[in-house]
């Protein structure tokens, strides 16, 4: 279990209250998780944080802080967002319980990043689409917001409630195809694959940087959803470099 | 939900922190359960609890406090009480989901408790013996003892996804499209599509229609899995036919 459990890696995003990192290093080693990364916490390293931690304090002294998420997800093949449940643009939407048996699936090939927005304000949609699942945690229509330690308790519970039942042979079934013939792009090669798509849609005068509308964003939906492998990764810049050279040769 | 719920009742026994018994609250209403019972609590009322509780207020003031165990399981048919997983004396131990499955099959029936014991010391064995079953949440066995408001969290959540779950007649719930913005292209569509790439593709010398390899497979595959809607699909056609138009310009 432990070994699958390291490629777990559990992310705060500008938590207020040092108390709740605290608490969730706490549930994190109750469930046997120990990767945490914190995107600018307000107030980190913390003697509340290490109160409430009640004993897991080599989580957080082991803790890596660093400044976007995009630094936080670094490396990771499947990123999990917590999310209220209506957005703008719909994302794939898992339960925690789905988003176990997902995450399951994935541990043993590569890193899997579960990420955990402010106390008042989630996550921002900018930061929910660099997910290529959201997660709600089902609550009270009227009285939904979780505290942030208790969010993490039920996410790495259910983490841990997979890894169980997988040992004893009762394997979840993930939503996601786990017999592929090639590795996932990683999150920065898929960030590097969206900069140069803007680029090259702003080229064939597709994409007017003054007028962006939501382009951006349903390709970011479509691309980030797909989950796309490094054959297809790579297929993809290709193209947009076979199209960019074309216009170059014809200027 | 609210019905059945109205049978599950909450016991704390002896709690020595007042934020945990408002973390218990909130935890408890997220999850649509309301009832609260504290047994000699030892500091009770106290802003500590109202503050942790972050808005479950209403089921700190209609807790009710009494003095035994005996007292506040009174009137209930089952009583599931929280434990350490070894014990002198053995005892019919569930984990949370059976649990909640136990309780979901009883809560139309009759009263329903679940007991929390004391942050340091749990419940005594006379208090696990007035339990029908104890339930034991899976943990690190070298860092067992959850947070008192993290393990109400686990064993309310697993109630809730219970009830969900008997709700919708245990139909597994689709990861893809039950909530989507725009309608899914159709396979015509989708054919239209992938001919329309191939064209633009062999246009911008990215195919090579003597020596295609398995790229069309490949988009395909993409393409067909991310069972695009119609936004997207329009979206696709558009940078196709910008890309066709520019070349065309330039030649």
């Not at 040092?18 to 307000?42: E, T």
């Not at 039942?165 to 694959?193: F, I, R, Y």
């Not at 080229?203 to 509308?213: G, M, Q, V």
């Amino acid at each position: 279990m432990q070994n699958l459990m390291a490629n777990a890696r559990i992310v705060l995003v500008n938590t207020s209250h040092p108390g709740n990192i605290g608490g969730a290093a706490r549930a994190m080693k109750n469930m046997g998780v120990h990767n945490l990364v914190l995107v600018d916490p307000q107030e980190f390293p913390s003697g509340k944080a290490d109160a409430r931690s009640a004993g897991a304090k080599d989580i957080l002294e082991n803790a890596r802080v660093v400044g976007s998420l995009e630094e936080a997800i670094e490396g990771c093949s499947l990123v999990v967002g917590t999310s209220a449940r209506s957005r703008n643009i719909p994302w794939p939407l898992l339960d925690p319980r789905e988003t176990a048996a997902q995450a399951l699936a994935e541990l043993s090939k590569h890193q899997v990043a579960f990420v955990f927005g402010r106390e008042d304000r989630g996550l921002t949609n900018d930061e929910l689409h660099l997910c290529n699942f959201h997660v709600h945690i089902p609550s009270n229509e009227d009285f939904s917001s979780l505290n942030l330690a208790a969010a993490v308790q039920v996410i790495t519970y259910e983490l841990r409630m997979a890894l169980l039942a997988s040992e004893k042979g009762h394997e979840p079934v993930p939503v996601w195809g786990t017999e592929w013939d090639a590795e996932l792009a990683t999150n920065d090669q898929m960030e590097k694959l969206f900069d140069h798509m803007q680029e090259t849609l702003v080229e064939i005068e597709f994409l007017d940087l003054e007028n962006p509308r939501q382009l951006m964003a349903r390709l970011r939906r479509l691309y980030v959803r797909v989950r796309m492998d490094r054959v297809e990764h790579n297929i993809m810049r290709g193209i947009l470099t076979a199209t960019q050279r074309t216009l170059k040769k014809l200027r």
